[in-house]
């Protein structure tokens, strides 16, 4: 979508071509045109008038994006990304800052933790007062402001508006782990007292509301609960002052608490105003008041609570407790993160991790992102306890990453003509090529599962046949990476034999619905 020159969001809807290829798209469309944006029923009709009257416009379009999805991919080696650089890129960065509510630019507003905390340390190397102001000036309306669960802890996913007050209320595993990271760091750069006070309370949430039944991490709580988006967290006026009597009056003036609300007619509690000081003594009341609260809303209808974990998540989690812990001196939090990495090592099988699984039972194969956060949660806890154990576990998916991305690059074998990586090894589809061509390349895990077999239908293999046969040189090879037990339930195998693929493109088969690992062709 964002090389049609629009910005990607959600909604997104593209449009494509009978064989699958993309050649309009957007995000939101209202049921009728409203806000300068055009209604759904119209944007239907103009793209079938366009695909029926104007076809060599939507061929441009098919050949434009494809140019512009070849490019980016390509495998390019930059120079070396030095300290120099990420100061120079902070420094661009901080000119998009709000300078007053601070975050990116203005509504909606997400804590883009990756981006904060490069700005943050750049600020600690230059000692620039724009990055120092950027960075404190955003955490300080990220903890104050509505994205905070001030009543049970956790943050919520984004906010709706420029000043953080109302959420998208839905609270997401790997947003607190990586707050949890930044706040640790921002304590440690300035000692303000409510980083810390934001660690606890979200890491309690966490240890609350989060764990599963294996001791691995929840991915996330819905924003709905009821049917109504919010209404676990949000209050009014005379809910407070019946539950916190002769306390209430300061409540109501530090969390903005009013008969009229600050959302809807009803309150979401924050102290991103100019009457949200209190005394130490006061503090004291108020956490106190807190406290009376969270177990006032405790029998409301609780949201959705999606108890899959899942590895990648799991470890920004990981790392974040063990730092925390560590930098706080909280040996609990440690235990915890040390916990919920023996529940996903459980789930890994001959050095390869699964990407999810939720009541013990696996149901995805490890991506990418679960190798490495995986491997960076490891060498935190060895960091932090000493462990080798740890050091070994980093070593192993490490390597693992690194043959698996090796494996989906372009590759260059002189002789051949076709390579093919298929996305498992089923003993039959397998057995089945390479009874067909010379040279057959089988990938990691590449152990006889019967179970998968079913799925590979005798059209599958004819056609592998036919288009290994078609091959113009002497022969072809067939890399096949995985197994089918490593894809878990639920999902189909085969390869991809559609033409005109490019090195790099995961491919779909028109059949069935795993991409294949990668496909390239090569002279």
Not at 397 to 406: D, E, N, T
Request: hydrophobic share 45%; with cysteine.
């Amino acid at each position: 979508l964002a090389l049609t020159g629009q910005q990607g969001g959600w909604p997104l809807t593209m449009f494509l071509t009978p064989d699958g290829a993309p050649f309009w798209g957007g995000t939101y469309f209202p049921p009728d045109s409203r806000w300068g944006r055009p209604g759904f029923p119209h944007v239907l009709a103009a793209i079938a008038d366009t695909w029926r009257q104007e076809g060599e416009k939507v061929a441009g379009n098919v050949a434009a994006l494809k140019r512009g999805l070849a490019r980016i991919t390509e495998v390019a080696h930059g120079p070396p990304v030095t300290t120099a650089l990420l100061d120079a890129v902070a420094d661009r960065l901080v000119k998009a800052f709000d300078p007053l509510q601070g975050g990116i630019g203005s509504a909606p507003k997400f804590p883009h933790c990756p981006v904060f905390e490069l700005v943050l340390r750049a600020w600690l190397r230059t000692g620039e007062a724009g990055a120092r102001d950027a960075i404190l000036t955003t955490v300080d309306h990220i903890c104050n402001g509505g994205i905070f669960d001030h009543v049970g802890g956790g943050f919520a996913r984004y906010s709706t508006d420029a000043g953080w007050l109302v959420p998208h209320f839905e609270k997401m595993l790997y947003d607190n782990a990586q707050l949890v990271s930044l706040l640790t760091l921002a304590w440690q750069a300035t000692g303000r007292a409510l980083y810390r006070e934001r660690v606890y309370e979200t890491i309690a949430w966490v240890l609350r509301e989060m764990i599963a039944d294996d001791s691995g991490f929840a991915s996330s709580l819905d924003a709905d609960s009821d049917g109504e988006e919010g209404k676990f967290y949000v209050w009014t006026k005379d809910e407070i002052d019946r539950l916190l009597g002769p306390d209430a009056a300061l409540f109501d003036r530090v969390y903005d608490v009013s008969a009229d609300g600050n959302w809807e007619e009803r309150t979401i509690l924050h102290r991103n105003h100019p009457a949200a000081s209190a005394t130490p003594e006061e503090e004291h009341i108020l956490a106190r008041c807190r406290a009376i609260l969270l177990d006032a809303r405790a029998p409301r209808v609780r949201p959705g609570w999606d108890d899959k974990v899942l590895a990648d998540w799991n470890g920004l989690m990981i790392a974040s407790l063990a730092e925390a812990g560590f930098v706080f001196g909280e040996q609990r939090w440690i235990d915890a993160a040390k916990r919920a990495f023996d529940a996903v090592l459980a789930h890994e099988s001959d050095g390869h991790l699964a990407h999810s699984w939720r009541k013990g039972k696996a149901s995805a194969q490890g991506l990418l992102e679960d190798y490495a956060l995986m491997a960076g949660a490891a060498l935190k806890l060895h960091e932090i306890t000493g462990d080798n154990d740890y050091l070994a576990a980093a070593e192993r998916w490490v390597a693992v990453a690194l043959s698996g991305a090796a494996a989906a690059l372009p590759v260059s074998v002189p002789g051949f003509s076709v390579v093919v990586a298929v996305g498992c090894a089923a003993d039959d589809l397998v057995n089945a090529i390479a009874a067909r061509i010379p040279h057959v390349i089988v990938g990691p895990g590449d152990a006889p599962d019967s179970m998968m077999g079913p799925l590979i239908t005798e059209a599958h293999r004819d056609r592998v046949r036919s288009y290994v046969e078609g091959a113009t040189d002497e022969g072809a090879r067939v890399v096949v990476d995985g197994t089918a037990s490593d894809l878990g339930e639920g999902f189909f195998l085969g390869c991809s034999l559609l033409d005109g693929v490019t090195p790099g493109m995961k491919v779909y088969d028109d059949e069935i619905f795993v991409p294949v690992v990668s496909v390239a062709r090569v002279s």
